[in-house]
C-alpha cells in the first residue's frame, strides 16, 4: 500500500490579495500534479492538517478546487488554522464523530486513524480524555491489523522551534501511553512544524514533513530548493514496516 501525505497547504481564497495566496496554491497544484503522475497511483493520499489560513468557506472553497484534479482519494484532519465547523461542512465524509472529527479508514490493507488533536481557537495541541478513549476502543478493536495514525500536533518536541506543542503536556504524555498499549501502530505521521523529522516514539516510530506551502517551510534549504515543493510518500507492505521517501516536485 502506499500512501501520499501532503501537509500545511495554508491555501488562501483565490480573492485574497496576499502575495503567499498564489504561491501556495501553485505548491499545491504542483504537488498533486506529481501524485496522478506516479506509477502506480498512490492508494490514498493523507492530508496532515493547516489545510487552510484563515478558515474561511472561500478558503475551503478554493482547497477543494486544487483537490479536485486527484485521481486517488483524499483523507484530511484540520490543524490549528482550520476552522472546526467550516472544516466539518467543506467535507462531510470525515463526520464519523460527534464532536471531534476524528475517523477511520478501513478500506485499505493497512488501517488508517485521522486523531483531531484541536481545540477552536488554540494553536497548541490538545488530546483529552475522551479522545483517548475513543482512540484506545478504536485500536483495540483491530488488534493484529498494522495501522498508521495521522494527526496534525507531533506528540513530542521537534527542535529547534516546536517545543511542548501541547496545552497540557500530560495529554501528550497519556496519549504516547495508549498508543505503547497497541503494538499494531507502525507509525504515526503529523504536520504542524513545517519541517521534516523521524523519530522512535511510544513503542513505534513518528514523522513529521515540511509545508507543502514553500513560504512557511523550515530545515529546507532554500538556496537549493526555493522552486521545488516536496511531500512524502509512505509505502506499507503486508509486513507494516513503513518506509519513507520524501519526494521533490522538479516540474
Ligand atoms: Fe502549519
Redesign the pocket.
Known amino acids: 500500500m502506499l500512501i501520499a501525505q501532503i501537509?500545511?497547504t495554508?491555501i488562501l481564497a483565490k480573492s485574497s490579495d496576499r502575495p503567499e495566496a498564489g504561491p501556495r496554491a501553485e505548491d499545491l497544484r504542483r504537488c498533486i500534479a506529481d501524485i496522478n503522475s506516479l506509477k502506480p497511483l498512490p492508494n490514498v493520499v493523507i492530508h496532515s492538517?493547516?489545510t487552510v489560513q484563515t478558515g474561511t468557506i472561500s478558503d475551503y472553497k478554493h482547497l477543494t478546487e486544487l483537490l479536485a484534479p486527484l485521481r486517488s482519494p483524499i483523507y484530511l484532519i484540520p490543524?490549528?488554522?482550520d476552522h472546526h465547523d467550516n472544516f466539518r461542512a467543506t467535507f462531510n465524509r470525515t463526520n464519523s464523530n460527534a464532536t471531534f472529527l476524528h475517523y477511520v479508514i478501513d478500506d485499505f490493507p493497512v488501517r488508517l486513524v485521522a486523531l483531531d488533536s484541536i481545540n477552536p481557537g488554540q494553536r497548541k495541541g490538545v488530546f483529552c480524555a475522551e479522545r483517548l478513549a475513543w482512540l484506545d476502543d478504536t485500536l483495540g478493536a483491530a488488534p493484529t491489523r498494522p495501522t498508521v495514525l495521522f494527526m496534525h500536533h507531533p506528540p513530542f518536541d521537534v527542535g529547534p522551534r516546536y517545543i511542548d506543542g501541547y496545552r497540557n503536556l500530560a495529554d501528550r504524555d497519556a496519549l504516547t501511553a495508549v498508543v505503547a498499549r497497541h503494538p499494531q501502530v507502525r507509525r504515526l505521521v503529523c504536520?504542524?512544524c513545517?519541517r521534516s523529522s523521524l523519530r522512535a516514539w511510544a513503542g513505534t516510530e513518528a514523522s513529521t514533513m515540511a509545508?507543502v506551502?514553500r513560504d512557511?517551510r523550515e530545515g529546507v534549504d532554500v538556496a537549493r530548493f526555493d522552486d521545488t515543493p516536496m511531500y512524502q510518500l509512505h509505502a506499507v507492505p503486508e509486513t507494516g514496516i513503513v518506509t519513507t521517501q520524501t519526494r521533490l516536485v522538479l516540474n
Open positions: 501537509s500545511d495554508h492538517g493547516d490543524g490549528n488554522r504536520g504542524h513545517h509545508s506551502a512557511v
